[in-house]
């Protein structure tokens, strides 16, 4: 691999507020990423995300600094509303953002017509999963990167590398998604609110704990128990498709999707850069900013390591998930699917 | 005259049972076009590709029109060569639920599948410009949405379908639940998805139905029903209306949409007959009043 290459190793972080992103700028992030404060990406969170003026500070500091910017306006448009995702294109590129994140065929067409020189990354929402389908959008839109589901080994992340002409964004740490992202109604089947439409996943609105009269716990999604818990046990966020349910086979209940999990690819970092990849994202816009300050402080130490031909010390980044067990999902070994 | 359907089977059903189920559609049930072809898992195709043109000759000999529909997931060798090779057939139709798809059709005529997310009326242009001539709504898409994106569609002369029968998809992922549930991984599955005609149920664990596991799918333990929308519907300019097909008479659930598409049925009535068909199955609307998908919402209109 070429030096040039390897280079472009770029660490691309997480920023649900602007205290975040400037503790993921001074952490080291080569890019931030964010989104305004509505339906237009997909962390629609209470208390999160940027307004127009907080964007443009924000965007001053990091450039400030020499880290990009980049703005997620990765959710579907319904008809009828499609107007508020081109305002926040047109409000993102007045702004100076680097690069839009995008996911619906009809916002990459917008800004790619509007804001020809501005640079397109296709969004994990889009699921592009092949080489054809990244190709489509790099042929159509200009995409010039393409973040990878979390669903590839690194053997076919390499093939998808030697046969697309855009950069390779992959994730790296934090929430691990297990359904394939663009494609997941479960929220809005449970809570009447939309994860493609609306930038919601398992709303914490919805949200409760309820204590058992035998003294377990139940968490809980608009009615619905996702998981209950022992009395000493501790009670996790109802993320839908992290629950346990019984089935025909499984009368005592089991982890229907996946156990309540979290993605850690430190290890497998060398072996994804030497598969091409461009660029590493770290999850986690609804985090605090003592949590990116040190996921942001650990990869940006492993990742110049690397790059500077050293041996990384991973074992740190392995105690980054806070005694939540972790995985490396779907990338080490097709046996995850 | 608005147009009822048969979306593509959802499940592993054997070749036997699809010959007999295609067989009776063919001759008995009123709907004027069958989508074919596995759209869920790649490794399902071959127990009964061999006989999707003997099926297809029987459908059109009963007057139907076929669609044949690709994967919703393309990420495997084998799954990017069943998706270039559909679409290169110059016929019959196909129906594309993937942009690996799209990649291979090009400018040639296609339709956009309910996977594709053609969520709004900029998506729906872009993707007439490229060749489209008929698009799906995805599932969770509300009255309002439905009425602004069929309005758009239908001026540049595309056909507008939406899913009025059957669970809901809500999600697809690159693992096999059907084979986790059986302690087994998705290339050693033993096609254990086989067993569940209808999904595997699941429950929560103060044992509330809440889904339904189809291989990589996952689905809506409730039957979707628009059968009381279907008058504002096709006031708002829907041109197809889908019915997928499930373990119950699928005969006798087009007949009932068709039945009230034609006026000949009193809505209520036809209502009750559909729940009775489908005993033991909770019944939806959720998803076109805005709320939550399981919910059923009494029709103010009919009311």
Redesign the interface.
């Known amino acids: 691999m070429s030096h040039a290459e390897m280079s472009l190793a770029e660490l691309i972080c997480p920023a649900g507020t602007p205290a975040a992103l400037r503790t993921a700028v001074d952490a080291g992030a080569d890019a931030v990423y964010c989104g305004f404060q509505d339906a237009t990406n997909a962390r629609n969170f209470p208390g999160l995300n940027f307004t127009p003026e907080e964007l443009a500070e924000a965007i001053a500091y990091a450039h400030a600094r020499g880290t990009k910017v980049l703005l997620a306006l990765n959710t579907?448009?319904?008809?009828?509303?499609?107007d508020l995702w081109r305002q926040a294109a047109d409000t993102g590129a007045r702004l100076g953002v680097d690069a839009f994140i995008v996911?619906?065929?009809?916002?990459a067409?917008?800004i790619a017509r509007t804001h020809p020189g501005l640079r397109l990354h296709l969004s994990v929402q889009?699921a592009?999963?092949?080489?054809?389908?990244i190709?489509?959008?790099c042929?159509?839109f200009g995409v010039k990167r393409v973040v990878l589901?979390r669903?590839?080994t690194i053997p076919?992340i390499r093939q998808i590398r030697k046969e697309i002409p855009c950069e390779i964004e992959t994730f790296i740490f934090g929430n691990h998604g297990?359904?394939?992202e663009?494609?997941?109604?479960?929220t809005?089947?449970?809570?009447?609110q939309?994860t493609?439409?609306d930038g919601v996943c398992s709303p914490a609105s919805d949200v409760e704990y309820k204590r058992q009269p035998d003294g377990s716990m139940?968490s809980q999604l608009?009615g619905?128990?996702?998981?209950?818990f022992g009395a000493q046990e501790m009670a996790g966020y109802p993320t839908i498709?992290k629950?346990?349910?019984?089935?025909?086979?499984?009368p005592d209940?089991?982890y229907?999707?996946?156990e309540p999990i979290s993605l850690n690819l430190s290890r497998l970092l060398p072996e994804l850069i030497d598969a091409g990849v461009h660029a590493f994202k770290i999850e986690g816009r609804q985090r605090s900013k003592s949590y990116v300050r040190s996921v942001v402080s650990a990869f940006r130490a492993a990742v110049d390591d690397i790059r500077a031909g050293r041996s990384a010390d991973l074992a740190n980044l392995v105690a980054l998930t806070e005694g939540q067990k972790q995985t490396q999902g779907?990338f080490e070994t097709?046996?995850?699917? | 005259m608005t147009k009822l359907t048969l979306g593509p089977i959802a499940y592993h059903w054997s070749a036997e049972t699809r010959r007999d189920f295609y067989a009776r559609i063919a001759d008995e049930a009123p709907v004027d076009e069958v989508y074919l072809g596995e759209v869920i898992c790649s490794k399902r195709a071959p127990f009964y590709e061999a006989e999707i043109p003997a099926t297809m000759e029987r459908l059109q000999r009963g007057g139907k029109v076929v669609i044949l529909s690709s994967l919703?997931?393309?990420?495997l060798p084998r799954?990017?060569k069943a998706?270039?090779d559909l679409a290169e057939m110059a016929t019959p139709e196909i129906e594309i639920n993937?942009?690996?798809g799209?990649?291979?059709r090009g400018k040639r005529p296609h339709r956009i599948g309910p996977?594709m997310?053609a969520?709004?009326?900029?998506?729906?242009?872009?993707?007439a410009g490229?060749g489209a001539t008929h698009v799906t709504l995805?599932?969770?898409?509300?009255a309002?949405?439905?009425?602004?994106?069929t309005d758009?569609a239908r001026k540049l002369g595309l056909g507008v379908e939406v899913q009025v029968f059957g669970r809901?998809?809500?999600?697809?992922?690159?693992?096999?639940?059907h084979a986790?549930?059986?302690g087994r991984?998705?290339?050693n599955c033993l096609f254990v998805c086989e067993d569940d005609a209808d999904g595997?149920?699941?429950?929560?664990?103060?044992?509330?139905p809440?889904?339904r596991?189809n291989g990589i799918q996952?689905q809506?333990e409730s039957y979707v029903t628009l059968l009381p929308e279907l008058p504002r519907l096709v006031a708002d300019g829907v041109s197809h209306l889908r019915l997928m097909p499930q373990a119950v008479d699928m005969v006798a659930v087009s007949e009932l949409f068709r039945a009230v598409l034609e006026g000949r049925a009193e809505i209520g009535q036809a209502d009750e007959q559909l729940g009775a068909l489908c005993a033991g199955t909770s019944l939806s609307n959720?998803?076109y009043y805005?709320?939550?998908?399981?919910?059923r919402i009494a029709n103010a209109a009919s009311a």
């Open positions: 579907y448009p319904p008809a009828g509303k499609v996911a619906d065929m009809g916002v067409d917008y889009a592009a999963s092949s080489p054809e389908a190709r489509y959008y042929q159509n589901p669903i590839l076919e297990l359904m394939v663009g494609r997941c109604s479960l809005n089947y449970l809570t009447g939309s493609n439409m139940s608009a619905f128990t996702i998981d209950s498709c629950g346990r349910y019984t089935a025909p086979h499984r209940g089991y229907a999707f996946e779907a097709k046996k995850w699917r | 919703a997931e393309v990420m799954e990017r998706t270039a993937n942009a690996a799209l990649f291979a996977f997310n969520y709004n009326e900029a998506t729906i242009a872009w993707m490229q995805p599932g969770e898409m509300p309002a949405a439905i009425a602004a994106a758009s809901a998809s809500l999600a697809t992922s690159a693992r096999c639940y986790r549930a059986h991984t998705k290339d595997m149920p699941l429950r929560t664990r103060d044992d509330r809440i889904l596991v996952t809506s959720g998803f805005g709320q939550a998908g399981y919910r």
